[in-house]
């Protein structure tokens, strides 16, 4: 391989690198840290190891929230980000949602959700940061609730209808004028 040849190979590796980086919502080890401080002494206690309710929460989340026509639709600005360690690793798991900035990275924390191993149970821990009302308390609900073994998602809040484009208006024909009625 030539030396062009190696640097273009090079360079390709590196800027994919650097792209998928960019674009990922792979949580640092400082995210877990500041998730884990909303957990406190008083934090419900919830059925079943770390893992399993992350996951309960974590489909409830995608599906209901998060999904193309929900509130929080992807499409509609925000991020999910969500890690579950092993039980060798602490079994600590968390989720995060995020206001999606501009250029599409994670912006400011939105909604968190941290649950640790407490016997055979685990504590969990939920912080409303940025969701609007009346989505946040309701996310807050829904959150416990999943994580409590229900599932299903809960009717939106009779204020909600998702925004649907409307078509544009056909242009006038350059030189006439629109008619106009009496009334």
């Given at each position: 391989m030539g030396r062009l040849s190696r640097f273009a190979a090079f360079a390709a590796v590196a800027f994919a690198a650097g792209g998928l980086g960019a674009c990922g919502s792979a949580p640092t080890a400082s995210d877990l840290g500041e998730v884990s401080s909303i957990l406190a002494p008083e934090s419900p206690e919830v059925p079943g190891k770390p893992v399993e309710a992350y996951t309960r929460i974590a489909r409830g989340l995608k599906g209901c929230w998060l999904a193309p026509t929900a509130p929080l639709g992807l499409d509609k600005g925000y991020v999910f980000a969500a890690e579950a360690a092993p039980q060798d690793k602490g079994g600590k798991a968390f989720i995060v949602i995020y206001e999606r900035t501009p250029d599409g990275e994670r912006g400011l924390k939105a909604f968190?959700?941290?649950?640790?191993?407490?016997g055979e149970n685990s504590k969990l821990g939920t912080e409303n940061y940025r969701v609007p009302e009346p989505f946040g308390a309701q996310m807050l609900?829904?959150?416990r609730r999943w994580a409590g073994g229900e599932s299903g998602c809960t009717p939106m809040t009779p204020d909600f209808a998702p925004v649907?484009?409307?078509?544009?208006a056909p242009a006038a024909k350059p030189g006439k004028k629109p008619k106009t009625t009496a009334t």
């Amino acid at each position: 391989m030539g030396r062009l040849s190696r640097f273009a190979a090079f360079a390709a590796v590196a800027f994919a690198a650097g792209g998928l980086g960019a674009c990922g919502s792979a949580p640092t080890a400082s995210d877990l840290g500041e998730v884990s401080s909303i957990l406190a002494p008083e934090s419900p206690e919830v059925p079943g190891k770390p893992v399993e309710a992350y996951t309960r929460i974590a489909r409830g989340l995608k599906g209901c929230w998060l999904a193309p026509t929900a509130p929080l639709g992807l499409d509609k600005g925000y991020v999910f980000a969500a890690e579950a360690a092993p039980q060798d690793k602490g079994g600590k798991a968390f989720i995060v949602i995020y206001e999606r900035t501009p250029d599409g990275e994670r912006g400011l924390k939105a909604f968190a959700v941290a649950l640790e191993p407490d016997g055979e149970n685990s504590k969990l821990g939920t912080e409303n940061y940025r969701v609007p009302e009346p989505f946040g308390a309701q996310m807050l609900v829904d959150v416990r609730r999943w994580a409590g073994g229900e599932s299903g998602c809960t009717p939106m809040t009779p204020d909600f209808a998702p925004v649907e484009e409307q078509p544009a208006a056909p242009a006038a024909k350059p030189g006439k004028k629109p008619k106009t009625t009496a009334t």
